[in-house]
């Protein structure tokens, strides 16, 4: 069993870490192929439990039939009817469990699909890339911006690492971009911070707006709601979708 079918299994258990929800995230978003197979299991599994409620529905009627009977008379139950209401329980423990497992699985993608569809990477426009620039081999910071607009994000983190110890502002702010097209929300967020008590000023607006989807896509609404409201009292960037968010999040 590959990577991708780990994780896979263990969604529909609802047993996935952080890190493992961040991983299906990524693999939802890169991988066509994931994502259609994903969608399918999906689907059969809330298909296996509409059938098993089906099921269920018609061994309830059927022992109340049975039961009734018996209780207007006084009788006991035979033993092979209490058996079949033993595993009548049983069933409904399984449909049960089904359905949580299912619930709790689709409430936490469908949160975080929501909040991502209201990201897309930030362009670049500290350092534009025009085609038949010479790129000096010794020039990091152009060469992770190339990475950066070629979308090889792992690369261009890699490099902007390289870069942070001589340009701490905007090359804060990509490599927090970068971090959340990795999947890497907490780290993410804390580069955003780390622009934000910077000098730089170009894009503060920004760095919140990612600051919150960061906190938000990884599950902690209330620090994303906090700096949705910081966003809103500050400027007007977003402010439809900061609204919408907002409003979703009463």
Same mark, same amino acid.
């Given at each position: 069993?590959?990577? @991708?079918?780990?994780?896979?299994? @263990?969604?529909?258990?609802?047993?996935?870490?952080?890190?493992?929800?961040?991983?299906?995230?990524?693999?939802?978003?890169?991988?066509?192929?994931?994502?259609?197979?994903?969608?399918?299991?999906?689907?059969?599994?809330?298909?296996?439990?509409?059938?098993?409620?089906?099921?269920? =529905?018609?061994?309830?009627?059927?022992?109340?039939?049975?039961?009734?009977?018996?209780?207007?008379?006084?009788?006991?139950?035979?033993?092979?009817?209490?058996?079949?209401? #033993?595993?009548?329980?049983?069933?409904?423990?399984?449909?049960?469990?089904?359905?949580?497992?299912?619930?709790?699985?689709?409430?936490?993608?469908?949160?975080?699909? #929501?909040?991502?569809?209201?990201?897309?990477?930030?362009?670049?426009?500290?350092?534009?890339?025009?085609?038949?620039?010479?790129?000096? $081999?010794?020039?990091?910071?152009?060469? #992770?911006?190339?990475?950066?607009?070629?979308?090889?994000?792992?690369?261009?983190? $890699?490099?902007?690492?390289?870069?942070?110890?001589?340009?701490?502002?905007?090359?804060?702010?990509? =490599?927090?971009?970068?971090?959340?097209?990795?999947?890497?929300?907490? $780290? #993410?967020?804390?580069?955003?911070?780390?622009?934000?008590?910077?000098?730089?000023?170009?894009?503060?607006?920004?760095? =919140?707006?990612?600051?919150?989807?960061?906190?938000?896509?990884?599950?902690?609404?209330?620090?994303?709601?906090?700096?949705?409201? @910081?966003?809103?009292?500050?400027?007007?960037?977003?402010?439809?979708?900061?609204? @919408?968010?907002?409003?979703?999040?009463?």
């Amino acid at each position: 069993m590959d990577n @991708r079918e780990i994780i896979l299994d @263990r969604y529909f258990k609802g047993l996935l870490s952080k890190e493992e929800q961040q991983k299906l995230e990524e693999l939802i978003r890169t991988d066509l192929e994931f994502k259609e197979e994903f969608e399918f299991l999906k689907l059969t599994q809330k298909a296996v439990i509409l059938e098993k409620r089906e099921e269920l =529905k018609g061994f309830l009627k059927e022992l109340d039939a049975e039961i009734l009977p018996a209780n207007k008379s006084g009788k006991l139950l035979a033993w092979p009817n209490l058996l079949k209401v #033993a595993a009548g329980l049983g069933a409904i423990l399984v449909v049960a469990v089904l359905v949580f497992q299912l619930s709790k699985s689709k409430e936490e993608a469908i949160n975080s699909d #929501a909040f991502l569809s209201y990201y897309s990477p930030y362009p670049n426009v500290v350092s534009p890339i025009t085609r038949g620039d010479e790129i000096n $081999s010794e020039d990091i910071e152009k060469s #992770a911006f190339i990475a950066y607009e070629s979308k090889n994000y792992g690369l261009a983190d $890699s490099l902007f690492t390289q870069v942070l110890p001589f340009q701490q502002d905007y090359v804060s702010f990509y =490599k927090g971009i970068s971090k959340f097209e990795l999947g890497q929300y907490d $780290s #993410a967020a804390k580069y955003f911070d780390n622009y934000l008590y910077s000098e730089g000023t170009q894009l503060r607006d920004q760095a =919140k707006w990612y600051m919150a989807l960061s906190y938000l896509v990884k599950g902690d609404t209330i620090k994303g709601k906090e700096e949705l409201i @910081r966003l809103r009292k500050s400027s007007g960037y977003k402010m439809d979708e900061v609204e @919408r968010i907002l409003l979703d999040l009463e």
